[in-house]
């Protein structure tokens, strides 16, 4: 009998020693996931925090950034128009161009000057008789396409009998620049500017217009660009 209660009694204890280990190793589901997640939160913050510092940019900040429109303002557009029987103003126009990266056109008669048609002293030349009229407007062949979307005009001719030739006036009637900014420069052997531009501004009398200037033919890119910054345009 003995015997027997000794075993029983040691079946009992090996009974509530395992159910106590079994208790023992059931933790709860939720607290582990609850532990994971506080965890995962923590380090995505502390990753935010450390790209913030070293000037990376989180993802979600950069395709912000990429679906912004571009705020960046455009730069004024600048066109260089010019008229030139002889190629002398053609030399400082190219130059301008260049110097302040604007855009090139060359005013193209219809019907082209011949050296006969620039002969000053005879009186029936064809530059004579246009000079001789005021109201002579010769004819242009092309057009400057958009000119809209020009803020600035610079406009170089040679100095005929002191003035512009009468093309210019053609070619300045021949558009709107209300609004603009306008300076023109010439080009001669002997001449000033004088009021060479004054039938230009007549003809564009809504436009804002800045001083000319003469060029001789050989005019440097330096002398040629120390006017056009001091137009105070770029």
């Known amino acids: 009998m003995k015997m027997k209660k000794i075993v029983t009694i040691l079946l009992a204890a090996i009974m509530i020693l395992s159910l106590a280990a079994c208790a023992g190793g059931n933790e709860p589901a939720g607290d582990s996931d609850s532990n994971t997640t506080s965890q995962s939160g923590s380090e995505g913050s502390k990753t935010s925090e450390e790209s913030r510092q070293s ?18 303002p455009e730069g004024i557009k600048i066109l260089v128009a010019y008229f030139s029987a002889t190629n002398n103003t053609e030399g400082v126009a190219q130059k301008l161009a260049e110097g302040l990266g ?43 396409e958009n000119m ?57 009398d809504g436009a804002n217009w800045l001083d000319g200037h003469r060029f001789s033919a050989g005019a440097s890119a330096d002398d040629v660009m120390e006017w056009a910054n001091g137009l105070g345009i770029n």
């Open 55 to 72: 000037g990376e940019t989180p993802s979600n900040a950069a395709d912000s950034a990429d679906s912004s429109p571009d705020q960046e």
């Open 148 to 204: 809209e979307q020009y803020d600035v005009v610079l406009i170089g001719y040679p100095i005929w009998w002191g003035e512009a030739p009468r093309i210019m006036s053609t070619f300045m009637e021949s558009y709107d620049f209300s609004g603009k900014t306008l300076a023109a420069f010439c080009t001669s052997a002997s001449s000033g500017f004088g009021s060479s531009d004054s039938a230009l501004r007549s003809a564009a």
């Open 102 to 144: 604007a855009d090139l056109y060359k005013i193209t008669p219809e019907q082209p000057y011949t050296d006969e048609d620039l002969d000053y002293g005879d009186s029936d030349s064809r530059s004579s008789v246009e000079m001789n009229d005021p109201s002579a407007r010769p004819a242009i062949s092309g057009s400057v």
